[in-house]
Structure formats: C-alpha cells, structure tokens
C-alpha cells in the first residue's frame, strides 16, 4: 500500500525559514505534490517535483529525493498569511486506476 | 471566470436521509474527485471520475455514490447508510487523471441534525 508521514504542527516566527518534510512509501512513484490549505478554505496547488532537487517559486521552495523517499516543503520569509496546513501528495496505482494520495497535513502556525 | 463550484456551502442531514451536494467546474477538465476532510486531519478519497460515464471508489467509498453524466458534473450522493457523515467535502477537478495538479472547489460542510 501506500503511506505518506508528515509532521503534524510546527511553529516558526515572521521573517523565519521553515522546513516541512514529507516521507512516502507508494508504489509506482511518479513524483511529490505539495498543497496548501488555509482554514475553512480549498486546498491550492504550490509545487510538484518529478526528479530529485530543488524547485524554488519566490519565497516557496521544494525539495525530493527519489533514493530516499523523501521530500520537502521549505518557506522562507515567513509571513503571517503562511500560517496554514501543508499537504504533501503521491500517486497510488494500485487497483488498476491512478488516484492522487494525500498525506494528514502540516499546520504551520507563524507568529510575530 | 473559469473555475469549480461547490454548493450549499453548509448542508444539514436528518437521519434516514440521503443528501446530494453538487460539484460543477467549467475549466473543461476530464478528470474530477471527492474527498472527505475531517477536523484537523487530511484529505481522503471517496470517489473519482477520469472521464465522462465512468467512475471508481476512492478509499472511504462506503456509504456514497456518484454519476458523471456530463463532464461539467460530478455530484455526491452521502446516503443514510454513511454513519458518520459530518465532514468537510472537498471536490477537485484536473485537466486528465493523470495530471498532478487539482483545483478545488470552497467545500460543502455537511452535518447531521
């Protein structure tokens, strides 16, 4: 089966740096999608990465390793409105249909 | 503008019954998806549709069924036989089933009376 691992809360100050990791076990592995979720609101799409390295869009930025099965989100310059959860996604292709598997969330609280 | 919609926004269930919540996009996408989010944890799949007509059960598909007559549609029917319905309902839509990225509708917060 499939299982993604990511840290449930973390916590960082404005103008900080902050790291949210993401470990996954799927098979088929075609690559890490990271979604942000602010409360009572729907899900956007940030990043996706197929091949291992890093992936900077402004002061968000993604990480993977395919040879470790592993991933991050990292947030520079925190802001307050990044105070939000963080999701990171696979595919799964069991059961002969590919579906998109999220993982439980990061909530990430910024504080002045 | 294009987009997907998501209606009622709050939704009330008595016992015994079925509700439908209803998911619309005009983004022109083949692929569209239900999932389920309770409080403070992740999203979970329910159903999804890769194309017109046709469509496979999710993760949590007990207790929920779906149509996908037209390509703009795709509604969710949470029957009396889901138990536990109170949740937040996400739908998503994207360009093939097989593409990464998902749009997603404001939800429906569905509650029993």
């Known amino acids: 089966g499939q299982s993604l691992e990511q840290p449930s809360e973390v916590t960082a100050v404005e103008g900080a740096i902050v790291q949210i990791n993401c470990t996954y076990q799927t098979s088929g592995f075609y690559g890490l999608s990271w979604y942000q979720q602010h409360d009572g609101g729907a899900p956007t799409f940030l990043s996706y990465?197929?091949?291992?390295g890093l992936e900077e869009t402004g002061r968000f930025s993604s990480f993977l390793s395919r040879s470790d099965s592993y991933g991050y989100l990292l947030l520079q310059e925190l802001q307050m409105k990044d105070s939000a959860s963080y999701f990171c996604a696979v595919r799964d292709f069991s059961g002969g249909y590919n579906k998109l598997i999220f993982g439980a969330g990061t909530r990430l609280a910024v504080h002045p | 503008d294009g987009g997907i919609t998501q209606s009622p926004k709050y939704l009330f269930r008595k016992e015994g019954q079925n509700v439908t919540l209803s998911c619309e996009q005009n983004l022109n996408h083949d692929a569209m998806y239900w999932y389920r989010q309770d409080p403070g944890q992740g999203l979970r799949l329910i159903y999804y549709s890769q194309i017109v007509n046709d469509f496979q059960k999710g993760d949590i598909a007990e207790g929920y069924s779906v149509s996908r007559e037209k390509k703009e549609s795709f509604p969710l029917t949470v029957t009396s036989a889901q138990k536990n319905p109170t949740a937040f309902y996400l739908c998503?839509?994207?360009?093939?089933?097989?593409?990464?990225?998902?749009?997603f509708g404001s939800g429906t917060q569905l509650s029993v009376l």
């Open positions: 998503a839509s994207s360009i093939s089933g097989g593409n990464e990225k998902l749009f």
């Open positions: 990465n197929a091949l291992d």
